[in-house]
């Protein structure tokens, strides 16, 4: 079962139990209709399903990238090759123009002259070299070397050109992607405030003992250790699973700040260390608080869960952080 469905299951008994909402000041517009199981159990599906698109497309994000960096990576490598096979093809032009030269020089002015002049004067090595082979330069592996160095740079400029055109294609794929993630992000955020709009609206209404401010104060110590200590891996559940042993969620006896109305104290079971500052019993340790915490206990792990500067074991969200 998912954290959604977990959570579901109590909030569409808190939703189905809740009853009539205990009234309040008039107010001039009309209540809104009171929520259902179903309406709770659409907006869990709708956050379960907008949480698996913002995933999605996050991945979805980092893979274009790592993509995006070896399309880079192949072009600077195409980008390298062309620079070796000019500078081979360079070589190899200055070298049939040498040959070239000696040719001429052993051979026929007036034959040769006119091709001479001809070969000198292309500035492109296929050219060069057609023009060369006129004058029958006499190195023949040369000419191989300007060809092979001719063909292998247009087979490299095709390759840079195809490479190009993908890395644009997964740039733009990348660029798309973005608004994509902040738009389900959006739609994320949207559909839990929905949830807990709906929640809330439930008010304290008690459902198998849990109110909805304990069910606040289990989910804020869940989520407030998840961004402290991520793998940890604390569910909110197995607070509740304490709360619900401990005190039934504090029993009704909790305010809507998580207060406990009167004191929750369990039975005597060991000797005095707080002077009955926590529990009330100067003679005897007794657990204290919706969670039921020794005194001793207490006051190495308490905690300020509502932030309002105090740890105080007689309130719900310090307790259960």
Not at 51 to 70: H, K, P, W, Y
Not at 195 to 218: E, I, K, Q, S
């Amino acid at each position: 079962m998912t954290p959604v469905r977990r959570r579901l299951a109590v909030l569409a008994t808190l939703v189905t139990l809740a009853g009539p909402m205990a009234a309040g000041p008039a107010v001039a517009q009309e209540a809104a209709p009171a929520p259902t199981a179903d309406s709770v159990t659409g907006l869990a599906d709708k956050v379960t399903q907008a949480a698996n698109l913002v995933a999605a497309l996050g991945q979805r994000r980092a893979d274009l990238t790592a993509e995006l960096a070896r399309r880079d990576a192949t072009i600077a490598d195409i980008q390298a090759h062309l620079t070796v096979l000019q500078k081979t093809s360079s070589e190899a032009v200055a070298a049939a123009r040498q040959q070239a030269l000696a040719s001429y020089m052993r051979s026929d002015a007036a034959e040769q002259s006119r091709a001479l002049l001809n070969a000198l004067g292309q500035p492109d090595a296929n050219d060069v070299a057609w023009s060369l082979g006129l004058l029958r330069v006499t190195h023949e592996h040369s000419m191989d070397v300007l060809k092979a160095a001719s063909t292998a740079q247009g087979d490299a400029n095709s390759q840079l050109t195809t490479a190009l055109a993908e890395r644009a294609t997964v740039a733009a794929q990348l660029e798309q992607v973005g608004p994509a993630v902040d738009q389900a992000q959006s739609a994320l955020a949207t559909a839990q405030t929905e949830l807990t709009a709906t929640v809330t609206r439930v008010g304290a209404t008690v459902a198998d003992g849990m109110t909805t401010v304990a069910y606040a104060a289990y989910r804020k110590a869940a989520d407030d250790l998840a961004a402290e200590q991520p793998a940890c891996g604390l569910r909110w559940e197995l607070l509740s699973a304490i709360g619900k042993t401990e005190s039934n969620h504090g029993g009704g006896r909790l305010d809507a700040n998580g207060n406990s109305i009167v004191p929750i104290i369990g039975i005597p079971i060991g000797a005095d260390t707080d002077g009955g500052a926590l529990d009330l019993d100067s003679g005897r340790d007794h657990a204290v608080g919706p969670m039921q915490f020794i005194p001793s206990t207490w006051r190495s792990s308490g905690a300020d869960g509502d932030g309002n500067g105090t740890a105080d074991p007689n309130n719900v969200f310090d307790e259960a952080l």
